[in-house]
């Protein structure tokens, strides 16, 4: 059976594309269109959630991106300098790595995910 090899792409829409690509560039350092992101290879979860999760935030919210990032603790202070807001539970941290929460400028939800060390 053929398989994917990962995820090519990420589409979504937005009220004003060009402040969002901006506010992902500046803040998070993803390059957008017309430029192409190269990125290291790394787990990716492919999850689909029970339609009334809580867990995106809103109700009507359909998605939420997760990305990798090598040190939390320096994004997050990274996110704070610039008045992001930026949520974190005890509970997120688990076995598989640390996690935070932010929204974009169009209140999007973001995850981001240390991966755990392996021992």
Same mark, same amino acid.
């Given at each position: 059976?053929?398989?994917?090899?990962?995820?090519?792409?990420?589409?979504?829409?937005?009220?004003?594309?060009?402040?969002?690509?901006?506010?992902?560039? &500046?803040?998070?350092? !993803?390059? !957008?269109?017309?430029?192409?992101?190269?990125?290291?290879?790394?787990?990716?979860?492919?999850?689909?959630?029970?339609?009334?999760?809580?867990?995106?935030?809103?109700?009507?919210?359909?998605?939420?991106?997760?990305?990798?990032?090598?040190?939390?603790?320096?994004?997050?202070?990274?996110?704070?300098?610039?008045?992001?807001? !930026?949520?974190?539970?005890?509970?997120?941290?688990?076995?598989?790595?640390?996690?935070?929460?932010?929204?974009?400028?169009?209140?999007?939800?973001?995850?981001?995910?240390?991966?755990? &060390?392996?021992?």
């Amino acid at each position: 059976m053929q398989r994917v090899s990962g995820i090519g792409g990420f589409f979504f829409r937005a009220r004003d594309p060009k402040a969002v690509a901006e506010w992902y560039a &500046t803040h998070l350092g !993803v390059d !957008v269109m017309p430029s192409i992101w190269q990125q290291p290879a790394g787990t990716t979860v492919f999850a689909p959630f029970d339609h009334d999760t809580d867990y995106f935030g809103r109700a009507e919210q359909q998605w939420m991106i997760n990305f990798r990032v090598d040190d939390l603790d320096a994004m997050i202070e990274q996110l704070k300098a610039a008045d992001i807001a !930026v949520e974190t539970r005890a509970e997120w941290d688990s076995e598989i790595g640390r996690f935070a929460r932010v929204h974009d400028c169009e209140g999007n939800p973001i995850e981001l995910w240390e991966p755990a &060390t392996p021992a």
